[in-house]
């Protein structure tokens, strides 16, 4: 089937750090989405991008759509003890029915 | 704020047994959709589910699962024979549109263990 690969794996890092987190695929993708999921919850939207070079910036959260469309990235500049969770990306094709392809996830923990 | 909601949030099963897990989906939302995460894995695509039918479903989704309105707020996931790799948390979805993807509303989950 087909794979997003996500890196890195898990981030351990200080309050205040920035934070870069990317994925890649073989294959194109329409959007590309970023989402959040902490325990025992469902994965929550970031940030969703629709075109090749689209930069998109909600807080201090800023995401890009590669230009070959088969990657993006996240950051998260000023960590906060609540940014820790997983990230996750997720690319969807057109004419599929809301079929997102997620990747691994990044384990990202904030040490205040 | 609306909001997708999952019932039960934690489910044990025998395996061999059926289990229904339960959904109601944003009210004026038109597109359902579920999706499983094995403890530590990945979020996958299981089916979408568009004017009373499937429109789409991955490979996980064999016989064994079926899904169904059975009236205006519920949409299920029925797996009729469990097996113990079917442990996993499931996700219900809905969107107003698929082609919006942004539009994707998760639930919760329901942690299903079968032993």
């Known amino acids: 089937g087909q794979q997003l690969n996500q890196s890195p794996q898990s981030m351990f890092i200080q309050e205040g750090e920035d934070v870069s987190m990317n994925c890649t695929s073989s294959?194109?993708?329409?959007?590309w989405l970023w989402y959040k999921q902490e325990p025992g919850e469902g994965p929550v939207l970031l940030i969703a991008l629709y075109k090749a070079g689209e930069l998109t910036s909600n807080g201090r959260l800023t995401a890009q759509f590669g230009i070959t469309r088969k990657d993006s990235f996240l950051n998260i500049s000023a960590s906060i003890p609540s940014d820790v969770g997983i990230y996750f990306c997720?690319?969807?094709?057109?004419?599929?029915?809301?079929?997102?392809?997620f990747g691994k996830g990044t384990k990202l923990s904030v040490k205040p | 704020e609306p909001e997708v909601t999952q019932t039960p949030s934690h489910q044990v099963t025998q395996m061999g047994q059926e289990v229904i897990l339960r959904c109601v989906p944003i009210s004026n939302h038109l597109y359902f959709y579920w999706y499983r995460q094995i403890l530590g894995q990945k979020v996958e695509f299981l089916v979408s589910f568009y004017n009373n039918e499937i429109s789409e479903k991955s490979e996980i989704f064999d016989d064994q699962f079926s899904v169904e309105r059975p009236d205006g707020s519920n949409f299920t996931l029925k797996i009729r024979s469990t097996k113990l790799e079917d442990s996993a948390m499931y996700f219900c979805?809905?969107?107003?549109?698929?082609?919006?993807?942004?539009?994707?509303?998760f639930g919760s989950g329901t942690q299903l263990s079968v032993l």
């Open positions: 294959s194109i993708f329409n959007t």
């Open positions: 997720a690319g969807h094709r057109a004419r599929s029915q809301g079929n997102l392809i």
């Open positions: 979805a809905s969107s107003y549109t698929p082609d919006r993807a942004e539009k994707l509303f």
